[in-house]
Antibody, heavy 115, light 109 residues
Framework: EVQLVQSGPELKKPGESLKISCKTSGYRFTSYWIAWVRQMPGQGLEYMGIIYPGDSDTRYSPSFQGQVTISADKSISTAYLQWNSLKASDTAIYFC????????WGQGTKVTVSS | EIVLTQSPGTLSLSPGERATLSCRASQSVSGSYLGWYQQKPGQAPRLLIYGASSRATGIPDRFSGSGSGTDFTLTISRLAPEDFAVYYCQQYDGSLSITFGQGTRLEIK
């Protein structure tokens, strides 16, 4: 069974750093792109960026370029989304999804940034 | 970047009725790269339709997708109680520029 299992909820302060994970199983990790999607409270889905674990080719939506870093570790079939300095406006649920057609999604990681 | 505009914003219907959701793109989208997703409260989105008209695995045949170019439609032939949710369209082009529509909320009338 193909699965994407994300790390647990996070409560952080503004200015702190954070790295959340998306552990995959049931398929060849290096053969599919993995995307990250943000959903702010009560809002729609926003595409953030995508990585191809096979060669670490990474693309970002213009809205998120420079704001986050997407990475992957082939040895443990896991993708990551990272912030160096969180802001209150980063409060959201973050989903990973297997791309091309976003057929499999992680359960989401809730990130709360509050002083 | 291609902008997707979904209409209506909210659709109020009764179980058993037919639902028609629209997704319009700011420029032509290859049909191979148009998808529809359903999201229920507290859940991750679920893929319904890919390639504009192909049903994903396990999706009931009351869901169908159509369209080409800049106009795409998701149709639910007879609404079941579990179909009331938010629906998003999504496109991705060959350069991996990906965008979502703002969503249509399908609510019980």
């Amino acid at each position: 069974e193909v699965q994407l299992v994300q790390s647990g909820p996070e409560l952080k302060k503004p200015g702190e750093s954070l790295k959340i994970s998306c552990k995959t199983s049931g398929y060849r990790f290096t053969s599919y792109w993995i995307a990250w999607v943000r959903q702010m409270p009560g809002q729609g889905l926003e595409y953030m960026g995508i990585i191809y674990p096979g060669d670490s080719d990474t693309r970002y939506s213009p809205s998120f370029q420079g704001q986050v870093t997407i990475s992957a570790d082939k040895s443990i079939s896991t993708a990551y989304l990272q912030w160096n300095s969180l802001k209150a406006s980063d409060t959201a649920i973050y989903f990973c999804a297997r791309s091309g057609i976003f057929d499999i999604w992680g359960q989401g990681t809730k990130v709360t940034v509050s002083s | 970047e291609i902008v997707l505009t979904q209409s209506p914003g909210t659709l109020s219907l009764s179980p058993g009725e037919r639902a028609t959701l629209s997704c319009r793109a700011s420029q032509s989208v290859s049909g191979s790269y148009l998808g529809w997703y359903q999201q229920k409260p507290g859940q991750a989105p679920r893929l319904l339709i890919y390639g504009a008209s192909s049903r994903a695995t396990g999706i009931p045949d009351r869901f169908s997708g159509s369209g080409s170019g800049t106009d795409f439609t998701l149709t639910i032939s007879r609404l079941a109680p579990e179909d009331f949710a938010v629906y998003y369209c999504q496109q991705y082009d060959g350069s991996l520029s990906i965008t979502f529509g703002q969503g249509t909320r399908l609510e019980i009338k």
